[in-house]
């Protein structure tokens, strides 16, 4: 069954959609522009066809085809499914951001894996520096893969993406939590801000248990003392201790370049440690892969 992320800012027929949370059973509605193009011009979807609907508020929808024409579709409420699909922790990534395909794979493939945010960041080495008139776009379309991966894989909460930072300013509201410069400055694509404001991604403001900086082999800021053994136990120790309450993971991921000396500095400085994960180099877009898949075998 095809599934659908339902843009609560999104316009149809000149008006804000109604929010699913308010619809009952067999009530009908108007459908977005962005499930009306892709269900039904592009999937050619029919009358009494059924698909899913999520909104990121939790749970999905599952909703019947009631009426298409050119410019606009209507559908009814058959059922509602307050399943949760999002992992048992959550997971901040602040990622350098990378040129083309490789930054798209990187947030789809996080996605897959249960992200819950993602802080874009510039870095010394960094390839990509946006303008300020480029990051609404930019904004958009990444938060739009991430979008994408959800109605691929089942989850029913995106991740938040993060408009970009420095990491220099990222790291210093890691110490000062009075200024949470990703969070209250709410730099996200406008489809996504309404999420800001619901609990579970309230959880992202937490101080996170353990901070791990993907590190390279046989650098010199790296010796055995940070291998994975260490690591590992952190985590476990960490996911262990938090019980009933969310566990927060942030993992800093630099570029193909690799973070500069001072950049790996001010990250130890802040509470970060370095995490070797094998003994190969791995891309900036296959890190948060590996890192996402260990984390959660060890967090069960």
Known sequence: MRRFYYDVTALCDNTIPTPLADLSINDSFTLPESIVHHWCRVLRAKVSDVALLFDGFGGEYQAELIEVSKKNAR?????????????????????????????????????????????????????????SSQVPKKLLHWQQVAIAACEQCGLNRPPLIFAPLSIEDWLKSETDKSVDLALQSQQVSPIVEPLLRQSYYANLQLTASLRLVLAVPNTAEVNNQHLSASIIEQIQQAFQAAQSSPCCFKLLI?????????????????GFEAWQIGKRVLRTETAPVVALATLHALCR
């Open 75 to 131: 559908a009814k409420l058959l059922a509602f499914d307050p399943i949760e699909r999002t992992p048992n922790i959550m997971t901040t990534i602040g990622l350098v951001m990378s040129r083309g395909d490789r930054m798209d794979y990187a947030i789809q493939k996080a996605t897959e894996l249960g992200v819950s945010a993602i802080q874009l960041l510039t870095s010394h080495h960094g390839e990509v520096s946006l303008k």
């Open 254 to 270: 630099g570029p193909e370049g690799g973070l500069s000396s001072s950049e790996l500095e001010l990250a130890y400085s802040t």
